[in-house]
């Protein structure tokens, strides 16, 4: 179980994070939904272990980042580096003798290719075939379906779905709320820093029609063209 403790976070004046609870059990799979700036990005970074705050996150591991698949929305390669040769420093990275990745290349990747002139949903693609080698106990998917094809949408979903059956954590965030149903127990929305909302599957309808109404009409409004 991860569970975090009045997580919070500021960037200079700027609090972004306002004191999170939160818990996560293995085998299920959680949704992190809210606007731009909301917090979900710089929570999932903290619990990843790439960002610095104040309250506590306690594991049943030691050390939680050598356990965490982290998806970012815009992955990032080094130069000059092939699909492969990516994948074989994730996979070293977790001490995984694994090379032969074309049994594993399910969304059919040019993996003798630079992965930096790959397209953004290529990119993505790549970034979380390298998080599912490194066999991680938790992961955090952040916009995984933003960019991507439908058909590799679909692959996506069916992967969170056998890594639920595999008793693993999943955290997703994702603007297109359907996807989000398709996949999640549990979804959790957070407005300035706070999570305002838990439900579970039974009140994702009324959920996503909430959000859909976030100030639209309001804003709306203001555009003189109407």
């Known amino acids: 179980m991860i569970a975090i403790r009045n997580l919070r976070k500021s960037y ?15 085998g299920f799979v959680y949704g992190i939904v809210g606007q731009n700036g909301a917090g979900k990005t710089t929570l999932f970074k903290a619990v990843a272990g790439l960002e610095e705050f104040e309250g506590a996150i306690e594991s049943s591991h030691e050390l939680l980042k050598n356990h965490v698949g982290f998806l970012e929305t815009n992955p990032i390669f080094l130069s ?13 990275a977790r001490n995984i003798k694994e090379d032969n990745f074309e049994e594993e290349n399910l969304f059919d990747l040019p993996l003798d290719e630079y992965a930096e002139n790959y397209s953004t949903g290529m990119k993505k693609k790549l970034a979380l075939m390298g998080t599912i080698l490194q066999r ?3 992961f955090i998917l952040d916009e995984p379906f933003n960019g991507v094809d439908i058909y590799s949408n679909l692959i996506i979903t069916k992967i969170v779905r056998k890594l639920k059956a595999a008793n693993k954590t999943v955290l997703i ?7 989000l149903s398709d996949t999640c127990d549990i ?7 706070k999570v305002v909302k838990s439900v579970d599957r039974d009140g994702f309808a009324d959920l996503d029609q909430e959000m859909r109404s976030f100030d639209i009409g309001e804003k709306l409004d203001r555009l003189s063209i109407f």
């Open 136 to 138: 991680n106990e938790l």
């Open 173 to 179: 965030s994702s603007h297109i709320f359907s996807t």
């Open 12 to 26: 200079g004046g700027k609090t972004v994070l306002k004191g999170i609870d939160l818990s996560f059990e293995p």
């Open 187 to 193: 979804i959790h929305l957070i407005e300035e820093g």
């Open 80 to 92: 000059r580096m092939t699909g492969w040769e990516y994948l074989k420093l994730l996979c070293a």
